[in-house]
């Protein structure tokens, strides 16, 4: 099982930025993907960002949801348990509550996080 753990939300003017994070624990993985989706109120919950990587390469691949690629900045720390969402130039419909998820690199996300709650003012 993995437990995530998101934190770093909070309340921002537009223009500004929020830097997300998630710990994950539990089990280990050898290769394996983390993301971030959102939901705004009344809405579906959509992808943001991913980050798929394997213990054999040292590179990562990324994927962006169009609306965010340029502004949103998703990286994993060295020790491959923890995601961060770097997000620049936010607007207010960037608000939201964010999801981490994690998973096999192949396949659907498995594990999700709570959510915290990003809100952006006009």
């Known amino acids: 099982q993995v437990q995530l753990v998101e934190s770093g939300g909070g309340l921002v003017q537009a223009g500004g930025s929020l830097r997300l994070s998630c710990a994950a624990s539990g089990r280990t993985f050898s290769s394996a993907k983390m993301g971030w989706f959102r939901q705004a109120p009344g809405k579906e919950r959509e992808f943001v960002a991913s980050?798929?990587?394997?213990?054999?390469?040292?590179?990562?691949?990324?994927d962006y949801e169009d609306s965010v690629k340029d502004r949103f900045t998703i990286s994993i720390g060295n020790a491959k348990n923890t995601v961060q969402l770097q997000m620049d130039s936010l607007k207010p419909e960037d608000t939201a509550v964010y999801y981490c998820?994690?998973?096999?690199?192949?396949?659907?996300?498995?594990?999700w996080g709570q959510g915290t709650q990003v809100t952006v003012s006009s």
């Open positions: 998820a994690a998973g096999p690199t192949v396949g659907r996300f498995e594990y």
């Open positions: 980050i798929r990587w394997s213990i054999t390469s040292s590179g990562t691949n990324t």
